[in-house]
Structures are given as structure tokens and as C-alpha cells.
């Protein structure tokens, strides 16, 4: 019999990665099932209004060689909805994403290690998906003003804010109560965490980079070898879709991020030691909830 996942243990660096992978490579079916049914909405919005902004900028490029547009002309002319759209779409993707896999996650511990259904992962999705949502913002706002500052502040905040969502999800904490606690658990483990982000973040780009490269590729040569417009067109369309279908391997470092912080939370509080004690002797372990106010 396998021996699934506990979060609730302190892991090194090599325990983060492989326990992230044997974590997916488990619960593959019914994570992926929830991840396409509560984000396939967002990511084929996202597609869409991509599409259409890669069209766009096609079109201006053509107009712009036809002499069509001064300076001015272009700039009002790329300033379209379509780029309102590609921002909207991408904030509520990843809201989705984040909200999606952490709720999987904290109902996977919840109920003892076992994976949950989608309709009880949407309980815990349409609880936190606004919440999500707005912290999102103000977060990569914070993070863009701290780069602005200095990079220095700007990768100092990373592991901080990176493990923000996963205590606001697994904790059930309010904004001002994740950020404080998000630099109080990194605080004594920068290093690690930082090191661990990096390699996560290498993994999933490298996955990522091969689903959507050989199209990006293809496009590129045909842009610069003044390819006919519509297989350009073409290749755009077929990139925009390589792009979205690589937006699953989000997976890898929203677990990893999950698994860092009952890392860091268990190293300072061994609140899943405890709880084992506890524990001991019982058929059955208490499983606990989030509040769920709607």
C-alpha cells in the first residue's frame, strides 16, 4: 500500500522537491480533474483574449510597415481593450490556480491524507477566491514597489510572499495575519527557502518551455523571415493555446509552496508532531475545517 503525503513534517531542500512531485504524482487524476474544472473558465478566457491581442499586435506591425501610423498613431492604436482583457483574465487565472490547488491541499489534510472531490474543493474555492483575489493584487503591488526600491528589497520579500497564500488557505488567516506570519516562519530560514523557490521555479520552467518552445520557435522564424501574414497569424494562435496548456505545470510550485510552509510552520511549532501524538492509539484523527462564512 502506498504511503501518501503528510504535510505536517519538517523536510529538507530534496524532501521539498521529491515529496512535491510524489505528491502529484499520487493525486494526478483528481487533482488535474479540479485544477481544469474550477480554472478551464479562466485559462480559456485567457486563451481568448491572448489571441486576440497577438492578432492585434499583427495587425499593427503590418500597419506600421504600410506607413499607416506616426508615433502617436500606434501607441493609440495598441492601447485597446484587448490589453484590458489579457490583464483581467490573467489576475483571475491565477487566482484560480492559487485557489484551486491550496483549497485541494487543505482538504487533502483535512480529511486524513485522501484526496477530495471537486464539489468539496468549490466549497472551499468560492469561500477563498475573492480573498485570494484581492490579496494577489496588493501583494504584487508591495512586490513591485519593494523591486522599485531596490532589487535587493524586492527578492528579500519573495519567500515571504510566496508561501502568503498557502497560510491564508491552510490556516483560514486574514491578509494582515498571513503577511506577518509569512516573514515570521522565513525569518530564520531564508536561505532554504530561496534556494528551494529557485529550483522549483527552474523545474516548472523547463516544463513549460517544452510544451510552448517548438511553436514560440516557429513563429519567430516566420516573423523574421517576412513570412506570409496569415501563417504568421497562424503560428500566434497555436502558441497562444501551447501557452495556456502549459499553465497545468503552475501545479508544480503552488504544491511546492504548500509543502515549504508546513515545512517552515512544523520546524517552528511541530504542530503536526503533536497532533501524531495525539494521535496515537485512535482509529480515527479529528479533522478540522475552515470557518465558511458566505
Known amino acids: 500500500m502506498k504511503e501518501h503525503i503528510e504535510f505536517r513534517k519538517i523536510r529538507e531542500f530534496e524532501g521539498i522537491i521529491?515529496?512535491?512531485?510524489?505528491?502529484?504524482?499520487?493525486?494526478?487524476?483528481?487533482?488535474?480533474?479540479?485544477?481544469?474544472?474550477?480554472?478551464?473558465?479562466?485559462i480559456l478566457g485567457g486563451l481568448i483574449s491572448n489571441i486576440f491581442m497577438q492578432l492585434h499586435m499583427t495587425d499593427v506591425r503590418e500597419?506600421?510597415?504600410?506607413?499607416?501610423?506616426?508615433?502617436?498613431?500606434?501607441?493609440?492604436y495598441m492601447?485597446?481593450?484587448?490589453?484590458?482583457?489579457?490583464?483581467?483574465?490573467?489576475?483571475?487565472?491565477?487566482?484560480?490556480?492559487?485557489?484551486?490547488?491550496?483549497?485541494?491541499?487543505?482538504?487533502?489534510?483535512?480529511?486524513?491524507?485522501?484526496?477530495?472531490?471537486?464539489?468539496?474543493?468549490w466549497s472551499y474555492f468560492k469561500y477563498y477566491f475573492f480573498r485570494?483575489?484581492?490579496?494577489?493584487?496588493?501583494?504584487?503591488?508591495?512586490?513591485?514597489?519593494?523591486?522599485?526600491?531596490?532589487?535587493?528589497?524586492?527578492?528579500?520579500?519573495?519567500?515571504?510572499?510566496?508561501?502568503?497564500?498557502?497560510?491564508?488557505v491552510l490556516e483560514n488567516a486574514d491578509f494582515g495575519t498571513a503577511f506577518g506570519r509569512a516573514f515570521a516562519l522565513v525569518?530564520?530560514?531564508?536561505?532554504?527557502?530561496?534556494?528551494?523557490?529557485?529550483?522549483?521555479?527552474?523545474?516548472?520552467?523547463?516544463?513549460?518551455?517544452?510544451?510552448?518552445?517548438?511553436?514560440?520557435?516557429?513563429?519567430?522564424?516566420?516573423?523574421?523571415?517576412?513570412?506570409d501574414l496569415q501563417i504568421l497569424k497562424g503560428y500566434q494562435i497555436f502558441t497562444s493555446i501551447s501557452q495556456s496548456l502549459s499553465q497545468v505545470f503552475m501545479i508544480i510550485p503552488m504544491v511546492s509552496m504548500a509543502l515549504i510552509y508546513a515545512n517552515l510552520a512544523e520546524?517552528?511549532?511541530?504542530q503536526g508532531l503533536l497532533s501524531r501524538i495525539e494521535?496515537?492509539?485512535n482509529e480515527t484523527a479529528p479533522v478540522s475545517h475552515p470557518d465558511e462564512d458566505y
Not at 19 to 41: A, D, R, V
Not at 267 to 270: A, D, I, L, Q, Y
Open 63 to 76: 500597419n506600421i510597415q504600410a506607413g499607416n501610423y506616426d508615433g502617436f498613431g500606434v501607441w493609440s
Open 18 to 42: 521529491s515529496g512535491t512531485l510524489l505528491f502529484i504524482k499520487q493525486n494526478m487524476k483528481p487533482l488535474l480533474k479540479t485544477f481544469f474544472s474550477l480554472c478551464g473558465i479562466f
Open 132 to 168: 485570494v483575489m484581492w490579496s494577489c493584487i496588493l501583494i504584487y503591488v508591495l512586490w513591485i514597489i519593494s523591486a522599485m526600491a531596490c532589487l535587493i528589497p524586492g527578492v528579500f520579500v519573495t519567500p515571504a510572499f510566496s508561501i502568503f497564500f498557502a497560510i491564508m
Open 187 to 227: 525569518k530564520q530560514n531564508w536561505w532554504a527557502t530561496f534556494a528551494t523557490l529557485l529550483v522549483v521555479g527552474i523545474i516548472t520552467s523547463i516544463f513549460m518551455t517544452v510544451v510552448y518552445a517548438p511553436a514560440y520557435i516557429l513563429m519567430m522564424i516566420s516573423a523574421f523571415s517576412g513570412g
Open 279 to 281: 494521535a496515537f492509539g
Open 267 to 270: 520546524r517552528k511549532e511541530s
Open 79 to 121: 492601447a485597446s481593450w484587448r490589453y484590458l482583457l489579457v490583464i483581467v483574465f490573467s489576475v483571475l487565472n491565477y487566482t484560480a490556480m492559487y485557489t484551486a490547488v491550496l483549497s485541494f491541499i487543505a482538504l487533502y489534510i483535512a480529511k486524513g491524507n485522501v484526496a477530495p472531490t471537486v464539489e468539496e474543493v
